[in-house]
């Protein structure tokens, strides 16, 4: 007889800044935060191919916004269960 076994979650890993971008890419879920302590969220809509600036579409809804490696930011990657969270 067949049994069902649920699937296991995942449990999500603490999300750290990324030290450099070279693994960010199209569509990737972003937490940027700047050299002041503001916070903005949102996709990236494209990038440079040396991984030096991108583009953010923020969930605020207030645009686009530019965002260098020269800047004093710092970027989080969002891993996908949280994405899903917010989303629900």
């Excluded at 990737?28 to 935060?33: I, K, N, P, S, T």
């Excluded at 991108?54 to 989080?76: E, H, K, P, Q």
């Amino acid at each position: 007889m067949y049994r069902h076994k649920p699937a296991r979650r995942r449990q999500a890993l603490p999300q750290a800044p990324l030290p450099d971008w070279s693994r960010l890419s199209r569509n990737d879920q972003v937490e940027v935060q700047m050299h002041h302590g503001t916070v903005m969220s949102g996709t990236i809509d494209m990038i440079a191919a040396n991984r030096s600036v991108f583009w953010l579409i923020r969930n605020d809804g207030a645009g686009r916004t530019m965002v260098c490696y020269g800047d004093a930011v710092s970027v989080t990657k969002v891993a996908t269960a949280q994405r899903e969270h917010a989303a629900a």
